[in-house]
Nanobody
Framework: QVQLVESGGGLVQAGGSLRLSCAASGISFSINAMGWSRQAPGKERELVARITAGGTAIYADSVKGRFTISRDNAKNTVYLQMNSLKPEDTAVYYC?????????WGQGTQVTVSS
């Protein structure tokens, strides 16, 4: 059974930090990339950051310089360190993992940044 278990969301004041974690299990074949997307109320889901098995990372322009993605390949775990959070970062954050055949998604964790 495939599981992506997310943790670390919550409520934080603007300027604060949070660290999200996502552990993947039960996925057949090697995971090529893992990452985070987010969806705010009334908006489409957008990619926040993604990292390959080799460590190459990409970021949305809106989070560059504030968010850092990292992963532990041995544990199939991806992390998102979020610093200098802004109210516009408020959203449900979804973890995803991609192998050669399909993408898998977590159930999401709420991040709320108060002004």
């Amino acid at each position: 059974q495939v599981q992506l278990v997310e943790s670390g969301g919550g409520l934080v004041q603007a300027g604060g930090s949070l660290r999200l974690s996502c552990a993947a299990s039960g996925i057949s074949f090697s995971i090529n990339a893992m990452g985070w997307s987010r969806q705010a109320p009334g908006k489409e889901r957008e990619l926040v950051a993604r990292i390959t098995a080799g460590g190459t990372a990409i970021y949305a322009d809106s989070v560059k310089g504030r968010f850092t993605i990292s992963r532990d390949n041995a544990k199939n775990t991806v992390y998102l360190q979020m610093n200098s959070l802004k109210p516009e970062d408020t959203a449900v954050y979804y973890c995803h993992a991609v192998n050669a055949y399909r993408s898998y998604w977590g159930q999401g964790t709420q991040v709320t940044v108060s002004s």
